[in-house]
């Protein structure tokens, strides 16, 4: 797998912009250099004051177990309720009236949620949900909307030790009868629907559908939200606002092991079956609210958060319910799309609710790039003061745009790197320390341990590339894959022994700061150089006229692979050949230039299509996989992870028949 120069992976694209922390940031910075010095000095002592953040009903014993690795136990010993650490402590603190929720639902209705009244809901399902007979330990699977409930219902859950696990809301009813199926949930928690693109968008009837083949299913409790039409099946079905209405909101939040299981999130990865990912309370929970606070610089009694992202994810998991409230923090809360009722909805939010920390993923930033800088542009964004991506690898154009248009030039960007798997953030920028580089996650946090090797497992050097793995276990770890250890053990720490191997590839700069490079399965191979498609898709992206690449490898007979370049021009932009500007054979070969410039001929697409839309999962990832299929002139393969299939169509259309052929007239990177 190495390519003819002896590399893992080509080092191809260089940055050279700094932006060092703003002075006052810096100076009342919650984490500074200090933090990195005592956990390079003593890594467990550094968790073990973490997990002072929260408050243990019993002490654990050590803070680490490894001895069955790599299944590993965290602070052993150690009692703690998550919910009462999310909640109750909170108000016992005094802080009963602080807000912990501003909601705001896609037709414009909002509602205030303070820590007490939050806290006053979760005792109320917590005892609605034992009322269902929901034991400690039985799974309890929530498909919802973006409504408050949800974050109850994951509370409820974790107040009476029941794991949830939250299936996405746009997912099919096959797949939420899978995940049910898997981890054995008896109840389920959903809504009428919710609110999408200006319409009420149906719920119910998927969870019909998927427990009509899941006999064990005892109990569904719905929430009216849109006020729809649903059907009822008496005896299973229970109105939300009936039961956990008239529940008592008392409700004595038991103590449970720091290693008792608090959630199941399933995670598609690239084939087969979901993996159900496994999180326990303790070291999750350290993790979250450690790295909120540290990365995000939250001060709890003035910012107001905002994660833009799906409680039905990991991120909404971490970073909107279990890390924000953990902390005692202010968050926003949206239930809809960006562009309902118009593009500047997201800003409108920012501007009434005067939010002062945004994260959200690059997809939304380069879409924000696709409408325009004059959507933002006309709302107040002052309140900004630190915005964060995660999700896929920032373009560094795309990273400077969001700086620039949503920021002010004054806030600072961190990129944080993390999966489903690792459960909170792990390489990310510590915005009073690090001088950030566009498009770069830098290097791990305190406590974490990462490093970039070759196919044998030895780190590779500085300016090199190769597969990102984890060397030491952190607290946030998944512990296993529900009902499969073997599968864990074989997905994540069998590539590289005892290394825990992510599925990225990223190299190091000369600095020794790391930068994520996509999916190892989308790397591509042109005449024997390994080469990233995040490098060449940043490449484009750099360019003015591109909002969004998505770049891969199409079977060559010449070269192996040829690279060909889906590409989406910005908003701004008139659309080629429309206008009397430039046509799409020019912009076409003006672009494959570009990245021969930027990067190197080697990098230079053999094709470049103009797009308008590209084939994205429901969390945002460009589905490459589809691409490849249409690049290489294949049937499709399994499209029911993506967004909208119409994409796929329109792409084709595009397509100049032959397929392979060179749409742009140029010869392939057999120039190089
Ligand atoms: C994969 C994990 C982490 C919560 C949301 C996604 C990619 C994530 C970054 C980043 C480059 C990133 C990786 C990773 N990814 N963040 N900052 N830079 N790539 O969770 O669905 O489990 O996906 O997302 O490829 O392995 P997930």
Redesign the pocket.
Known sequence: MTGSGGETLSNLLHEERRFPPPPELADAANATAADYARADADRLAFWAEAAGRLEWARPFDEVLDWSRAPFARWFTGGRLNAAYNCLDRHVAAGLGERVAFHWEGEPGDTRTITYAELTAEVCRAANALRALGVRTGDRVAVYMPMIPETVVAMLACARIGAPHTVVFGGFSADALRGRILDCDAHVVITADGGYRRGKPSALKPAVDEAVRECPDVRSVLVVRRTGQEVDWTDGRDVWWHDLVDAQPAEHEAEAFDSEHPLYIMY?SGTTARPKGILHTTGGYLTQVAWSHWAVFDVKPDRDVFWTAADIG???GHSYIVYGPLANGVTSVMYEGTPDTPHQGRWWELVEKYRVSILYCAPTAIRTFMKWGADVPAQFDLSSLRLLG??????NPEAWVWYRRYIGSERCPVV????????GAQMISPLPGVSVCKPGS?LRPLPGIAADVVDDTGTPVPDGAGGYLVLTEPWPGMLRTIWGDEQRYVDTYWSRFPGLYF???GAKKDEDGDIW?L??VDDVMNVSGHRISTTEVESALVSHPRVAEAAVVGAADPTTGQGVVAFVILRGDGAAPGTDGSAGADEVAAELRSHVAREIGPIARPRQILLVAELPKTR?G?IMRRLLRDVAENRALGDVTTLTDSSVMDEIRERLPSGGTGSAAGGAGAEEA
Do not use: C, F, N, Y
């Open positions: 995670t994810w990991v991120t991506s995660v999700g896929e690898p920032i990129d944080t790197w993390w999966q489903t798997e690792t996650a992510a599925g990225d994520l996509g999916r969390s990832k």
